[in-house]
């Protein structure tokens, strides 16, 4: 079992940055495949962005690629997302999932979930 808290969302104008946290607990939580999702009012949750466990190899979506970073610290099992010229259509819930295996986008390869922290970006 793994537990994700997010931390870190709040209100920023475009342009702006603002970093992400997610804290997870659990044994061998650091092992996990950890991943990025967000959800717009109305819309579907979509990938963002996920990391890999040991060799740290990311992966984007093409609406963020270049402007977002993941990273993670294992030591904490803390996995970041730092969001960098950000968007009026950046603003959403982001949510932090993990899971194990490989890296894939879908969300419903993910088996654990955060409660969400809320992105607003103002033009």
């Known amino acids: 079992q793994v537990q994700l808290v997010e931390s870190g969302g709040g209100l920023v104008q475009a342009g702006g940055s603002l970093r992400l946290s997610c804290a997870a607990s659990?044994?061998?939580?650091?092992?996990?495949?950890m991943g990025w999702f967000r959800q717009a009012p109305g819309k579907e949750r979509e990938f963002v962005g996920a990391i890999t466990s040991s060799a740290g190899n990311t992966y984007y979506a093409d609406s963020v690629k270049g402007r977002f970073t993941i990273s993670r610290d294992n030591a904490k099992n803390t996995m970041y997302l730092q969001m960098n010229s950000l968007k009026p259509e950046d603003t959403a819930v982001y949510s932090c999932?993990?899971?194990?295996?490989?890296?894939?986008?879908?969300?419903?390869?993910?088996?654990?979930w955060g409660q969400g922290t809320q992105v607003t970006v103002s033009s």
């Open positions: 999932a993990a899971k194990r295996g490989v890296l894939t986008t879908s969300r419903y390869n993910y088996d654990y």
């Open positions: 659990g044994r061998t939580s650091s092992t996990y495949v």
